[in-house]
């Protein structure tokens, strides 16, 4: 659709767009999503049961780590409460702690800045970044 752009492989063209690829999309929204669910931006009545809270008090991650049920079939696999677990479990407590949805998006942004996922579909989200900018993100925390 943008001529210029004709000779260029999908994920080129999704930078020079700066477009993030649906698989990033879907797992930002996911993140999203979880955290309105989890701090009760919802209805507790429409949400109750949908994801499991951990038992165990575990000292690394976030206070808000979910319990991951095992899934022998895809169909429930790969079903909305199942596959946010991991992603989720991994985020640090100060980006899960922000006090409004806008600053949780904010934050998660910031966290996921240079996302191979963000223009390959084909890699994993990641959750290691560089010393230096999880300072730069908690000062702004």
Known sequence: MVPELKGLSYEERLRRLNLPTLAYRRARGDMIETYKILTGKYDG????????????NISRGNSLKLFKTRSRLDV??????????????????????????????????????????KYDYKAKI??????????????QA
């Open 76 to 117: 429930r696999k790969y079903a909305f409460p199942c596959r946010v677990v991991n992603n989720w479990n991994q985020l640090p407590e100060w980006l899960i702690a922000a006090k409004s949805v806008n600053q949780y998006e904010g934050r998660l942004d910031k966290f996921w800045q240079n996302q191979e996922l």
């Open 126 to 139: 990641h959750h290691k970044l560089p010393q230096s900018v999880n300072v730069d993100l908690e000062s």
């Open 45 to 56: 009545d429409c949400t109750q049961g949908i994801l499991k809270l951990r038992e165990e």
